[in-house]
């Protein structure tokens, strides 16, 4: 048998006339970044798990209000309760499963040694990390919207008890649910410059759920005024700036913060990593 192999299109160089490679578009650089995240199955089963948590726990958090209900103590709290926050609730978790998709998606080039073709392939290489933002963010805006359809069909009902379904045509609705898919995009950029900075997907993981979700509750524990200021500026209470503190029950929740500056401190979260990694990514050897 016999195979047929097509030579890499090629150039003249007006010059000398001799072919060099042709340089790849961005969009060429998009497409292959895009057909390896969704050509693995571990994205598809991270996407799934991203879904389930945000899903189930939305879902327990619903179910948790007939507690609250019964008890003579919290009851009166049902009425500051807002029902979007309660759809959003599993955004936490979410968190961790998208940041994993992030720093694997380029921490497991590296583990293959996949990260030298690819690298050859495009000389410049921060085309290459900028696909991978643009494709890790795509799918993340997708299972985050998925997610939060799915747990408001799957909550209305134990909602609609209370009198807590969130109004489709009220500004803190989409304020909360927009939120909610910037800040799953923000923590997939972040393990995705991490990872690149990093290049081991054991140290990008843990530095980002580390930072992400772990870092607000353990620091909250100390009663120290500068050590309250640096919590502030966390992701999660961060991000309880802007989504209000019921959201937040992992974390404090960013009462020091407008929510204009808790977006930006999350953009800069997602932002600071990307550039650095960036850096890193051209001066550093594959």
Do not use: C, H
């Not at 961790?96 to 380029?106: D, F, H, N, P, T």
Request: no cysteine; aromatic share 6%.
């Amino acid at each position: 048998m016999s195979t047929t192999v097509t030579a890499p299109e090629t150039v003249r160089t007006p010059a000398s006339g001799s072919p060099v490679p042709a340089r790849p578009s961005f969009l060429g650089i998009l497409r292959g970044e895009w057909i390896k995240l969704v050509s693995l199955r571990s994205t598809w089963w991270i996407l799934a798990t991203t879904v389930v948590l945000i899903t189930g726990i939305s879902l327990a958090v619903a179910y948790s209000l007939d507690a609250v209900a019964a008890d003579p103590l919290t009851a009166s709290g049902l009425t500051t309760t807002n029902g979007a926050d309660v759809v959003s609730g599993g955004f936490q978790l979410g968190m961790v499963s998208v940041a994993v998709l992030g720093a694997l998606l380029i921490t497991g080039e590296y583990s293959t040694g996949m990260i030298r073709s690819t690298l050859a392939a495009v000389p410049t290489r921060v085309p290459v990390l900028a696909a991978k933002a643009i494709a890790v963010a795509v799918v993340t805006v997708a299972a985050a919207t998925v997610s939060i359809g799915l747990s408001y069909v799957v909550t209305m009902p134990q909602l609609g008890k209370y009198d807590l379904i969130p109004a489709l045509d009220e500004a803190r609705t989409w304020q909360v649910f927009g939120g909610t898919v910037y800040f799953l995009v923000a923590a997939a950029l972040f393990a995705l410059g991490v990872g690149t900075l990093l290049r081991s997907s054991a140290g990008a993981i843990t530095v980002a759920l580390t930072v992400l979700l772990l870092l607000p509750g353990v620091l909250s524990f100390i009663s120290l005024d500068w050590v309250e200021k640096i919590v502030d500026y966390l992701p999660l209470p961060a991000s309880g700036a802007f989504l209000g503190g019921g959201q937040d029950s992992l974390s404090s929740t960013g009462e020091a913060l407008s929510p204009t500056t808790g977006v930006l401190v999350i953009a800069a979260y997602a932002l600071v990593p990307i550039i650095a990694g960036a850096v890193v990514l051209r001066r550093r050897d594959a």
